[in-house]
């Protein structure tokens, strides 16, 4: 166990190290000079190009492009962000320090309110299948697939917000501010989970061990709880696991239309005012958490499962 661990961490380096790499490239691709708009218009005309030229130089920005990433690459080893270009002054790490939470909150929410309900309606969809619950499922699945997200929440805005003023437009400034955000955020993950919930479902009902422990006189409710919903759990953990990446970037979206002052907001205004440290912080920590989830979903896996065994 000690030696699968040892090598996924390895692997999960890797990963983070060649996402750096293309962060890196494609920011530094992107037009625009972050010193330009750091000084403002104002500045353009102000300072001259030597004092311009010493901001940059300050910020290592004049560089050749392999030096600027493995100083940063080295400083990031040490849990050294920089400061950020555009709020000069302010370390990365107290930046995105204070998004985090906001964003942890959302997406913990957000992914136990869809395992919460997806899993047993997935189950009992599955058990009672081609009944009433089943094509209601079905079809909310469906749509929970097909529509986009920021369309949703943009519904939700006009209709529970502005029109019936339930939970307010923007901002997570009570409780009620994390309602809509939480909801859209995890319908797309509620529907994906629910339609393989129910398939495994329907499939392991149908192997030989559960027609065997029926015959036997096993109890039906035994029957499901020991071998049709622990087998049934298998794939959807694995699903679990890798939906965390597309929660984790479906809340950039989410958090840019509710205006949620989260690491999603930070990372859009940050791409937007080019504030490379900010950007290749965000990118590198969350990059890091989806490691460290698949990391974790392979070893609940083999705990649910004991026929598997992890060298």
Known sequence: MLRYVIRRLLQG???VFLISIATFGILHLTPGDPVLILIGETGRTQLTPEQIQQVRHYWGLDRPLYEQYFTWLGHMAEGNF?????????????????AAPVTFKLNAMALILAIGISIPAGIFAGIKQ?????????VGATLGVSVPSFW??????IIFAAKLGWIPPYGVDSWKGYI?????LSLEQMAIITRLMRSTT????????????????V?????????VVRNSLLPVITVIGYRIAFLLSGTIIIETVFAVPGIGQLFVNSVYHLDYQVVQA???VLSVLVVLANLATDLVYAYIDPRIRLT
């Open 13 to 15: 380096f890797i990963v």
């Open 82 to 98: 920089g400061e950020s270009v555009i709020q000069v002054g302010t370390p990365v790490r107290t930046i995105i320090w204070r």
């Open 130 to 138: 081609y009944s009433i619950f089943d094509y209601l499922s079905n």
């Open 152 to 157: 949703i929440a943009l519904m939700a805005i």
């Open 180 to 184: 809509a955000p939480v909801l859209v």
């Open 202 to 217: 329907i499939e392991t009902l149908g192997q030989d061990y559960v027609r065997t422990a029926r015959a036997k006189g």
């Open 219 to 227: 109890a039906e409710t035994h029957v499901l709880s020991r071998h």
């Open 282 to 284: 965000v990118v590198f």
